[in-house]
């Protein structure tokens, strides 16, 4: 049988092709190392969030010199932390930043506006990201996934910010008295958590004022911590300088402040 030179050449070309396109394929589904979800992951209970690692404390830590793990729940409607109720999550320019995020209840995405970064998010799967971030901008989290009647309001704000306005330290907690005993110490406990991985100080403020006296105190105490660990501090008034009635006080670390206001008695009546 005789076949035209014509006819072989695109038999072959048409048999180049098929390998081609089977070449592509191949390549494009093993050998880019692109992983599909699947149930050999590690799953995560979604009713027993705050017992996993990494989501019993949602947010933002440190984990290399540039380095960011951020974890995130998504619920009905919005997400913890990243929205309006929990704040915006705040990490600095030219970092790299691995998102963690699931779900508590339903299937949402987690999508940043502007960027490549859009995932599904799954209750039971914890679906990761990395992302690099250069310049101070504001990003919006939304969902792609109709999740419930108000899906149109599950927003929220990844905000990347100089270097110089971020820090990851947190006033935990101020344990004051609302009312003390003429001539007994009223005493503030203040616990501040660093989520840096290295060694850092910051300051914290104490500041008490008497309007009816005019007495006031300021007091300045540096904090150190080692990384990912917590410090505290007390604060003392001594309320013989203070006199009766109310003073109020504010702790301030960094750019978050608590506040309240003691009242200093003649006599603490007892509580029966
Ligand atoms: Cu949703």
Same mark, same amino acid.
């Given at each position: 049988?005789?076949?035209?030179?014509?006819?072989?050449?695109?038999?072959?070309?048409?048999?180049?092709?098929?390998?081609?396109?089977?070449?592509?394929?191949?390549?494009?589904?093993?050998?880019?190392?692109?992983?599909?979800?699947?149930?050999?992951?590690?799953?995560?209970?979604?009713?027993?969030?705050?017992?996993?690692?990494?989501?019993?404390?949602?947010?933002?830590?440190?984990?290399?010199?540039?380095?960011?793990?951020?974890?995130?729940?998504?619920?009905?409607?919005?997400?913890?932390?990243?929205?309006?109720?929990?704040?915006?999550?705040?990490?600095?320019?030219?970092?790299?930043?691995?998102?963690?995020?699931?779900?508590?209840?339903?299937?949402?995405?987690?999508?940043?506006?502007?960027?490549?970064?859009?995932?599904?998010?799954?209750?039971?799967?914890?679906?990761?990201?990395?992302?690099?971030?250069?310049?101070?901008?504001?990003?919006?989290?939304?969902?792609?996934?109709?999740?419930?009647?108000?899906?149109?309001?599950?927003?929220?704000?990844?905000?990347?910010?100089?270097?110089?306005?971020?820090?990851?330290?947190?006033?935990?907690?101020?344990?004051?008295?609302?009312?003390?005993?003429?001539?007994?110490?009223?005493? !503030? #406990?203040? /616990? *501040?958590?660093?989520?840096?991985?290295? &060694?850092?100080?910051?300051? @914290?403020?104490? %500041?008490?004022?008497? $309007?009816?006296?005019?007495?006031?105190?300021?007091?300045?105490?540096?904090?150190?911590?080692?990384?990912?660990?917590?410090?505290?501090?007390?604060?003392?008034?001594?309320?013989?300088?203070?006199?009766?009635?109310? !003073? #109020?006080? /504010? *702790?301030?670390?960094?750019?978050?402040? &608590?506040?309240?206001?003691? @009242?200093?008695? %003649?006599?603490?009546? $007892?509580?029966?």
């Amino acid at each position: 049988m005789q076949i035209h030179n014509y006819e072989k050449m695109w038999l072959v070309a048409a048999l180049v092709l098929i390998v081609a396109i089977i070449a592509t394929i191949t390549y494009g589904t093993v050998g880019l190392g692109i992983a599909m979800v699947d149930d050999t992951e590690d799953t995560v209970d979604p009713g027993a969030l705050e017992e996993e690692d990494g989501f019993d404390d949602p947010g933002v830590t440190q984990v290399g010199e540039n380095e960011y793990d951020v974890h995130v729940i998504a619920y009905q409607f919005g997400y913890d932390p990243g929205d309006e109720v929990n704040g915006e999550i705040q990490i600095p320019e030219d970092s790299e930043v691995n998102f963690y995020v699931t779900s508590r209840d339903v299937i949402h995405s987690f999508s940043l506006v502007g960027t490549n970064v859009n995932t599904m998010v799954v209750p039971g799967e914890v679906a990761a990201i990395t992302a690099e971030f250069d310049e101070p901008e504001r990003y919006g989290i939304i969902c792609n996934e109709y999740c419930g009647p108000q899906h149109h309001d599950m927003e929220g704000i990844v905000a990347v910010v100089p270097e110089e306005d971020f820090h990851l330290f947190t006033l935990e907690d101020v344990e004051a008295p609302d009312e003390v005993e003429l001539g007994d110490d009223a005493t !503030f #406990d203040v /616990t *501040v958590s660093s989520d840096h991985y290295d &060694e850092r100080t910051t300051t @914290a403020t104490f %500041e008490a004022e008497n $309007e009816t006296t005019g007495e006031e105190v300021e007091v300045e105490e540096e904090l150190t911590f080692d990384g990912h660990d917590t410090a505290e501090t007390t604060f003392t008034v001594d309320t013989d300088d203070f006199g009766t009635g109310d !003073f #109020d006080w /504010t *702790v301030t670390v960094e750019d978050e402040i &608590e506040s309240g206001s003691v @009242a200093v008695l %003649e006599e603490l009546e $007892e509580d029966e």
